[in-house]
């Protein structure tokens, strides 16, 4: 089993819909949770950081759930730009600058 | 401009010829790693180093080397390259906040390796 799982997709939406990722992890002493974005073969860049308490911003919200150990994003009103790789990451307690990326989950917003 | 650079972006060798790619970074982190990204496996970690002469093997360091002499820099050596290590190679830095685990790391552009 992968340490950290995430549905390849690829997800095709239409623009302005909302599309909801999940990824799963397998080791509970996960402790930091991040989403990164990939273009195109290009750097991931960092989307943003999951807090337990889950987070916002603007059009794009986090959330953790410890206890059935899977992070997700949701990302309303989806634009053509949102069309990336989006990549789940997670670093394990007391080796928090090892991170363990999912295979990332492929969004293309339609027009 | 704060910036991850990586030379070559672009290398096609053969099996045994030894190469180094160069990873550079100018925002003084004290955190530098490797990773290779293949088709449905993701970004998987080679090394990484917490600072000047101090570095880690990750989750797939066979057939690497690495080196960490100046801050800056954290070069990526193949001293006998194969075809199974034809991949997109990324570098990538980070700042060591103290008393936190989250953090962002930056990236470089990527190197695509080919080896024949």
């Known amino acids: 089993r992968k340490e950290v799982e995430q549905d390849p997709g690829p997800f095709n939406v239409p623009e302005g819909a909302t599309v909801a990722f999940n990824c799963t992890y397998s080791?509970?002493?996960?402790?930091?949770f991040f989403w990164y974005r990939q273009d195109c073969r290009k750097e991931p860049k960092l989307l943003m950081s999951v807090y337990s308490s889950g987070n916002e911003d603007g059009r794009f919200t986090a959330q953790l759930n410890r206890a059935s150990q899977y992070i997700s994003l949701l990302i309303r009103d989806s634009k053509l730009s949102d069309s990336a790789t989006y990549l789940c990451?997670?670093?394990?307690?007391?080796?928090?600058?090892?991170?363990?990326f999912g295979s990332g989950t492929q969004l293309t917003v339609l027009p | 401009e704060a910036q991850v650079t990586q030379n070559p972006r672009y290398l096609i060798t053969v099996t045994g010829k030894k190469l180094t790619v160069t990873c550079s970074q100018n925002?003084?982190?004290?955190?530098m790693s490797w990773y290779r990204q293949d088709p449905g496996l993701g970004l998987r970690q080679i090394y990484y180093s917490m600072n000047v002469e101090v570095t880690d093997k990750g989750d797939v360091p066979e057939g690497y080397k690495v080196s960490r002499k100046e801050k800056r820099n954290f070069p990526l050596i193949l001293e006998s390259p194969s075809p199974n290590q034809t991949s997109l190679y990324f570098c990538a830095s980070s700042p060591i906040i103290r008393g936190t685990n989250s953090y962002e790391q930056y990236f470089g552009p990527g190197t695509r390796l080919t080896v024949t």
């Open positions: 925002m003084n982190h004290e955190y």
């Open positions: 080791n509970s002493a996960s402790q930091s």
């Open positions: 990451v997670v670093t394990l307690s007391g080796s928090a600058r090892q991170l363990t």
